[in-house]
Nanobody, 122 residues
Framework: QVRLMESGGGSVQAGGSLKLSCAVSGYRFTTCGMVWYRQIPGKEREWISG???????SYDDSVKGRFTISHDATKNTLYLQMDSLQSADTAVYTC????????????????WGQGTQVTVSS
């Protein structure tokens, strides 16, 4: 049984940092790697970052330079270090296993976590 469990969300002031974790069980990296999405209230879920098995990372422009994605294969855990947080980053963050992609662009996520809330106050 595949299970993805996020943790590390919470409330922080603008300019602060949080580190999200996604503990993965029953699932191993495919060639398309893993991803982080977020859903801002009233908007559709959006891709923000991905990492491939070879360590190649990609970011949406809205988080590039502030967020860092990583994966610890020994712990089968995905991370998202979020620095210089802004009120616009307030959202539910969800990790996923990407199963169809073109390069670093993920087209299909087959497995999702339950999400973790991040709230940034200005």
């Amino acid at each position: 049984q595949v299970r993805l469990m996020e943790s590390g969300g919470g409330s922080v002031q603008a300019g602060g940092s949080l580190k999200l974790s996604c503990a993965v069980s029953g699932y191993r990296f495919t060639t398309c790697g893993m991803v982080w999405y977020r859903q801002i209230p009233g908007k559709e879920r959006e891709w923000i970052s991905g990492v491939l098995p070879d360590g190649t990372t990609s970011y949406d422009d809205s988080v590039k330079g502030r967020f860092t994605i990583s994966h610890d294969a020994t712990k089968n855990t995905l991370y998202l270090q979020m620095d210089s947080l802004q009120s616009a980053d307030t959202a539910v963050y969800t990790c996923g296993g990407c199963t169809y992609c073109a390069g670093t662009t993920c087209h299909s996520v087959s497995y999702w976590g339950q999400g973790t809330q991040v709230t940034v106050s200005s």
